[in-house]
């Protein structure tokens, strides 16, 4: 039997071969895997914390486009935006990078960066192309805060500046807005870092940022007042004016200094309050502590008399007014029954100093005490024409308006004699003149010469009249004629009578007018114009 050769064309059976049990088709997602984890794991590492930024509201803002900047390097991206509780503003949620978690302390600031003209310049033009952005500096003290409120302009200790907060209410009306200049004799050192309105206590509220190193100017007894407007001052000299920076008169400005004592007082701590005066004459000073403080006693009208305002002596400032009106207790219930209104002033003996002398205080209050044991008294007078501001002036010349005083201490303080000075020593002058010529017994008088006039002619009527020699009869005759010239028919009389009633009629006409410059000195300037309302019932 023949064995077959197989066919060369045939195609041999293959054999199993083991199949690998991980396909390279897997290598793909798993290189994936790793990746996304290692991508996750950096990205968690490179994101910082989530803060929450309170705003008023959010103009210009857009979740996940707008930024948190620090030295315009993106550190934070906004991520949600929602209303608070109150819905009275709205909360930025904020995504912040790793790298600044640690700059996030309780100083940490924010504020809105968007175009801006304002009395420092026009600022933030960038954002009109990029969006508005929310600008960060870093805190440097106290610890870790996730939550922060977002001020409208950029704070004044903003990039790490070292200076003094300190706070200011005011009742004047307006409200100086935020970011105003704070001056000392017109030099910006400082500006106001917030302004808002308390309505429960009807006063405006400041917090306000003295750069260092002007915290230095900065004592107990510094006053604060607005400026907001130009100050003309008006003196015998001639006429001061005086305005703050163009700045402040756009806006207004805070000006502060030392009071005329020049005692500044101790330095102050951060937050320390102090009371924002409407104008620098309001603002009082703090008297030096050897001042004689004194209490006149007014029987006419203070209306024009102010804090502040000068008490002189011969035109030489002396002290200052203290309180207006100053009354004691419960004085102020009896003013009709006492019918005199106390002001309480003082006499600074820093007006007498002389830098190259040593002033002695002890001599000085004797000399002054001395001074009103011997008859100074006070007297209202004219301080300023335009502005109808009146004055406390001291004289010692003047014996006729002087009243002692009814008590010699009111509120612990000695009582000062008064009197009527200017105008209404004027007035009262004229008053006096006034009633005497009122009680001038001109009919009892004239019915005198009459008599004696009758007697004279039936004299020279008599015959053993006629018997005396001739130069008595001329004496006799020309007294005759004396007395016809001052008899009620005669015209020498008619024209004293008259002349009379015309002064009787100008001073009538004159004391309403004395009175009404006595209690406003600028009325003859500034007259009242109002016309007075006719009431008229229902047609």
């Given at each position: 039997?023949?064995?077959?050769?197989?066919?060369?064309?045939?195609?041999?059976?293959?054999?199993?071969?083991?199949?690998?049990?991980?396909?390279?088709?897997?290598?793909?997602?798993?290189?994936?895997?790793?990746?996304?984890?290692?991508?996750?794991?950096?990205?968690?590492?490179?994101?910082?914390?989530?803060?929450?930024?309170?705003?008023?509201?959010?103009?210009?803002?857009?979740?996940?486009?707008?930024?948190?900047?620090?030295?315009?390097?993106?550190?934070?991206?906004?991520?949600?935006?929602?209303?608070?509780?109150?819905?009275?503003?709205?909360?930025?949620?904020?995504?912040?990078?790793?790298?600044?978690?640690?700059l996030l302390l309780q100083?940490?600031?924010?504020?809105?960066?968007?175009?801006?003209?304002?009395?420092?310049?026009?600022?933030?033009?960038?954002?009109?192309?990029?969006?508005?952005?929310?600008?960060?500096?870093?805190?440097?003290?106290?610890?870790?805060?996730?939550?922060?409120?977002?001020?409208?302009?950029?704070?004044?200790?903003?990039?790490?500046?070292?200076?003094?907060?300190?706070?200011?209410?005011?009742?004047?009306?307006?409200?100086?807005?935020?970011?105003?200049?704070?001056?000392?004799?017109?030099?910006?050192?400082?500006?106001?870092?917030?302004?808002?309105?308390?309505?429960?206590?009807?006063?405006?509220?400041?917090?306000?940022?003295?750069?260092?190193?002007?915290?230095?100017?900065?004592?107990?007894?510094?006053?604060?007042?607005?400026?907001?407007?130009?100050?003309?001052?008006?003196?015998?000299?001639?006429?001061?004016?005086?305005?703050?920076?163009?700045?402040?008169?756009?806006?207004?400005?805070?000006?502060?200094?030392?009071?005329?004592?020049?005692?500044?007082?101790?330095?102050?701590?951060?937050?320390?309050?102090?009371?924002?005066?409407?104008?620098?004459?309001?603002?009082?000073?703090?008297?030096?502590?050897?001042?004689?403080?004194?209490?006149?006693?007014?029987?006419?009208?203070?209306?024009?008399?102010s804090v502040g305002s000068?008490?002189?002596?011969?035109?030489?400032?002396?002290?200052?007014i203290a309180h207006v009106?100053?009354?004691?207790?419960?004085?102020?219930?009896?003013?009709?029954?006492?019918?005199?209104?106390?002001?309480?002033?003082?006499?600074?003996?820093?007006?007498?100093?002389?830098?190259?002398?040593?002033?002695?205080?002890?001599?000085?209050?004797?000399?002054?005490?001395?001074?009103?044991?011997?008859?100074?008294?006070?007297?209202?007078?004219?301080?300023?024409?335009?502005?109808?501001?009146?004055?406390?002036?001291?004289?010692?010349?003047?014996?006729?308006?002087?009243?002692?005083?009814?008590?010699?201490?009111?509120?612990?303080?000695?009582?000062?004699?008064?009197?009527?000075?200017?105008?209404?020593?004027?007035?009262?002058?004229?008053?006096?003149?006034?009633?005497?010529?009122?009680?001038?017994?001109?009919?009892?008088?004239?019915?005198?010469?009459?008599?004696?006039?009758?007697?004279?002619?039936?004299?020279?009527?008599?015959?053993?009249?006629?018997?005396?020699?001739?130069?008595?009869?001329?004496?006799?005759?020309?007294?005759?004629?004396?007395?016809?010239?001052?008899?009620?028919?005669?015209?020498?009389?008619?024209?004293?009578?008259?002349?009379?009633?015309?002064?009787?009629?100008?001073?009538?006409?004159?004391?309403?007018?004395?009175?009404?410059?006595?209690?406003?000195?600028?009325?003859?300037?500034?007259?009242?114009?109002?016309?007075?309302?006719?009431?008229?019932?229902?047609?």
């Amino acid at each position: 039997m023949t064995q077959t050769e197989p066919d060369s064309n045939e195609v041999p059976l293959s054999k199993n071969k083991k199949v690998s049990a991980i396909s390279i088709v897997w290598l793909v997602p798993l290189i994936a895997l790793i990746t996304g984890i290692w991508l996750l794991i950096s990205t968690i590492k490179q994101t910082g914390p989530e803060i929450t930024l309170h705003l008023p509201n959010a103009e210009g803002i857009v979740a996940g486009s707008t930024v948190i900047k620090l030295l315009n390097v993106e550190v934070g991206r906004i991520t949600a935006i929602s209303l608070n509780e109150q819905h009275d503003g709205v909360i930025l949620k904020a995504r912040m990078s790793n790298d600044v978690h640690k700059l996030l302390l309780q100083d940490a600031q924010f504020w809105l960066v968007k175009p801006r003209i304002d009395r420092s310049g026009v600022t933030g033009l960038g954002t009109l192309v990029s969006g508005v952005y929310i600008e960060m500096t870093p805190g440097k003290h106290g610890s870790e805060q996730r939550i922060f409120t977002v001020s409208d302009s950029i704070p004044s200790a903003f990039s790490g500046s070292e200076g003094l907060h300190l706070r200011l209410h005011s009742e004047a009306n307006g409200l100086i807005p935020t970011g105003s200049p704070i001056l000392f004799r017109g030099i910006e050192v400082g500006t106001v870092d917030n302004a808002d309105f308390d309505p429960t206590t009807g006063h405006a509220q400041y917090r306000i940022f003295i750069r260092s190193p002007n915290e230095s100017l900065i004592g107990q007894n510094t006053r604060f007042w607005i400026s907001d407007g130009v100050n003309i001052d008006m003196t015998g000299s001639g006429v001061n004016i005086s305005a703050p920076p163009v700045g402040a008169l756009l806006g207004g400005a805070i000006s502060f200094d030392d009071p005329k004592n020049g005692q500044r007082g101790d330095k102050v701590a951060i937050d320390t309050q102090f009371i924002l005066y409407r104008h620098e004459t309001l603002a009082p000073d703090t008297p030096d502590n050897d001042a004689i403080h004194l209490v006149a006693f007014f029987d006419q009208s203070i209306r024009s008399l102010s804090v502040g305002s000068p008490v002189t002596y011969k035109g030489i400032t002396v002290g200052r007014i203290a309180h207006v009106p100053y009354f004691a207790d419960n004085d102020k219930a009896k003013l009709f029954d006492n019918k005199k209104i106390p002001v309480h002033f003082y006499i600074d003996p820093q007006f007498f100093k002389n830098q190259q002398t040593e002033f002695n205080h002890e001599q000085w209050q004797k000399s002054i005490n001395a001074a009103i044991d011997g008859g100074i008294y006070a007297v209202l007078s004219s301080g300023n024409l335009i502005t109808g501001n009146e004055i406390i002036e001291l004289i010692d010349n003047n014996k006729q308006s002087y009243k002692k005083p009814h008590i010699k201490q009111y509120a612990g303080y000695r009582v000062i004699a008064t009197g009527k000075g200017g105008l209404g020593q004027l007035q009262v002058q004229m008053s006096d003149l006034l009633d005497k010529i009122n009680r001038l017994p001109i009919d009892k008088t004239l019915q005198e010469v009459n008599r004696t006039l009758l007697s004279v002619e039936n004299l020279l009527n008599d015959s053993n009249t006629k018997q005396l020699p001739h130069e008595m009869r001329s004496t006799l005759t020309s007294l005759k004629e004396t007395l016809e010239g001052v008899s009620p028919n005669s015209p020498a009389y008619q024209d004293i009578r008259t002349t009379l009633q015309r002064i009787d009629t100008t001073l009538q006409r004159a004391e309403p007018i004395l009175r009404t410059l006595e209690e406003k000195p600028n009325s003859l300037i500034f007259p009242n114009t109002s016309t007075d309302i006719i009431p008229k019932g229902h047609q």
